[in-house]
């Protein structure tokens, strides 16, 4: 399985990007899948995660309506829009997949990891 995470760049405070994350190897519209990040100050955390068939959806608080997670099954392809960013919101951005289809915060649940893209939001 391989996990390819793109999108990412140099932003200003307000600013909107879209991360895709191309999925391949595997049955992509059988899993859970999630959005995690990773910054200097702080330890891999949960953004958001999205079950298999896209019906339902978690997010952490800090994101929460702000970023926006959705997959395309037909294209194994699963999105996290990000609205509104935040200085705070500087990170790497994983993408996983958990070989379950339910959605969970927990990374311990993932048993796939996308390489990450840098996301740096300037204030």
């Known amino acids: 399985v391989q996990l390819q995470a793109s999108g990412g760049g140099l932003v200003q405070a307000g600013d909107s990007l879209r991360l895709p994350c191309q999925s391949s190897g595997r049955n992509f519209r059988a899993y859970a899948a999630g959005w995690f990040r990773q910054s200097l100050e702080k330890e891999r955390e949960f953004v958001a995660s999205i079950n298999w068939s896209g019906a339902s959806t978690y997010y952490a608080d800090s994101v929460k309506g702000r970023f926006s997670i959705s997959r395309d099954n037909n294209k194994s392809t699963m999105y996290l829009q990000m609205n509104n960013l935040k200085p705070e919101d500087t990170a790497i951005y994983y993408c996983?997949?958990?070989?379950?289809?339910?959605?969970?915060?927990?990374?311990?649940?993932?048993?796939?990891w996308g390489q990450g893209t840098q996301v740096t939001v300037s204030s």
């Open positions: 996983a997949q958990r070989p379950l289809g339910r959605e969970s915060s927990d990374p311990r649940q993932y048993d796939y």
